[in-house]
């Protein structure tokens, strides 16, 4: 059983790989009950918001890790990846400041990756 922070290195790792920018990890398991870590990042246009999405599933596949539900990818704005134990969202850059969820989990703790 592969452990959690594993796979979240293997997201952002994923992410990095497609060019995602402003990639942010926080740790929200003590402020919320939703999942342990929410990770961010922001892709410059639809093709690579959509390819960061498709390299994390892939990647993480390989570790035998499956997203339990993904939304938003057909228009790309947001794409939310629901892997249970964490979650990653993918926004452009209109929909990320819009959102602004590092002023929601402000009370999360940042970790690096």
Same mark, same amino acid.
């Given at each position: ?9 293997a ?5 990095r ?24 990042a922001?892709?410059?246009n639809?093709?690579? #918001?959509?390819?960061?999405?498709d390299?994390?599933?892939?990647? *993480?596949?390989? /570790?035998?890790?499956?997203? %339990? &539900?993904? $939304?938003?990818y ?15 969202? #993918? ?9 602004? *969820?590092?002023? /929601?989990?402000?009370?999360? %703790? &940042?970790? $690096?990756?």
């Open positions: 059983m592969i452990e959690v922070k594993d796979a979240v290195k997201a952002v790792e994923a992410i790989d497609k060019k995602g920018e402003d990639i942010k990890v926080f740790y929200i398991a003590d402020v919320s009950p939703l999942a342990d870590y929410f990770i961010l922001t892709g410059n639809r093709n690579q #918001i959509q390819a960061m999405s390299e994390i599933d892939a990647a *993480l596949a390989k /570790l035998n890790v499956h997203s %339990k &539900q993904i $939304e938003g057909d228009s790309a704005n947001w794409i939310l990846c629901d892997y249970g134990d964490f979650m990653v969202h #993918i926004f452009n850059p209109e929909s990320r400041e819009f959102y602004n *969820l590092e002023r /929601l989990w402000k009370d999360a %703790k &940042q970790e $690096e990756f």
